[in-house]
């Protein structure tokens, strides 16, 4: 019969993260779990596991939908626009008083 719940280091192993990256999941909420025995171990059952894995799978191909590979993001360091599509200014602040300076020189 398999088992149908799992400890934090079953889930670290399986999903290949840290033992505080698995405790962080479970305590932020993104993956449902409860807390058993006498000194509160985290178990969690492997059919919310699946679940949040079919979740994460979902969420990163709407993210590659959504940021295509090779379209018009630049992988030059700093010249892809943010996330929320807000640009960001490259442009120093410094640079016309340091120009003016010169000039006044």
Known sequence: ???????????????????????????????????VG?????RVEVSELEGYIQRMY??????????PFGGTESIEAGSAEPADGTSKDTTSKAAPEVEREQHEA
């Open 1 to 35: 019969m398999a088992k149908r719940f799992i400890q934090l280091a079953e889930v670290s192993e399986i999903l290949d993260i840290s033992s505080a990256q698995a405790y962080a999941l479970v305590r932020s909420g993104d993956l449902p779990a409860i807390k």
């Open 58 to 67: 979902s969420e990163t191909r709407d993210f590659v939908d959504r940021h």
């Open 38 to 42: 006498g000194r509160g171990q985290w």
